[in-house]
């Protein structure tokens, strides 16, 4: 049977109850196809959660972005 006192914080919380850090998304984001700066964010996940999805007005493309490096 596991240890618990991996699993429990000093003050008693499980620490599943804890929220998951999440970095900050960029509003927008250079455009890689026509290196276009009229971009907007499409979707705060894309085909992973690593990824955002961004949209170019310019060339009218909807591409993705790396959130971690």
């Known amino acids: 049977m596991a240890d618990m006192s991996d699993r429990t914080r000093m003050d008693g919380r499980s620490r599943l109850e804890e929220p998951l850090p999440c970095g900050d998304v960029p509003e927008s984001v250079d455009c890689p196809h026509c290196q276009g700066h009229e971009t907007e964010l499409f979707a705060a996940f894309g085909s992973a959660l690593s990824v955002s999805q961004y949209y170019c007005r ?8 790396m959130k971690w490096s």
Do not use: K, N, P, S
């Open 58 to 65: 310019a060339c009218r493309t909807v591409f993705e972005y």
